[in-house]
């Protein structure tokens, strides 16, 4: 069982950072794939990024490539999302989530938070 509490949304300008921290709870958080996705109005939930559970891996949708960077201490049990230049439509509700395998698909996750809202302003 794996418990994720995430944290860090908020308001920004374009072009603006925010860094986002998602803490686990759980012994399995060690051993779990991380992702990141988001939500904006309307839209499905799509992905954002990913990270293996050692940490040596991580994926991006390109949309977010060279400006988002995914990461995680796993003595300290969590995992962050770094977005950097951020852009109105970066708008969205942000989830992390923990899966037992190395994929982008939210169906294979297996935990998630309950969201941060990111909203960016132009």
């Known amino acids: 069982q794996v418990q994720l509490v995430e944290s860090g949304g908020g308001l920004v300008q374009a072009g603006g950072s925010l860094r986002l921290s998602c803490a686990a709870s759980?012994?399995?958080?060690?051993?779990?794939?991380m992702g990141w996705f988001r939500q904006a109005p309307g839209k499905e939930r799509e992905f954002v990024a990913r990270?293996?559970?050692?940490?040596?891996?991580?994926y991006y949708t390109d949309s977010v490539k060279g400006r988002f960077t995914v990461s995680r201490d796993n003595a300290k049990n969590t995992v962050y999302l770094q977005m950097n230049s951020l852009k109105p439509e970066d708008t969205a509700v942000y989830y992390c989530?923990?899966?037992?395998?190395?994929?982008?698909?939210?169906?294979?996750?297996?935990?998630w938070g309950q969201g941060t809202q990111v909203t960016v302003s132009s």
């Open positions: 989530a923990a899966g037992p395998s190395w994929s982008g698909h939210a169906t294979t996750y297996n935990y």
């Open positions: 759980g012994r399995t958080f060690g051993s779990a794939t």
């Open positions: 990270i293996s559970w050692s940490g040596d891996f991580t």
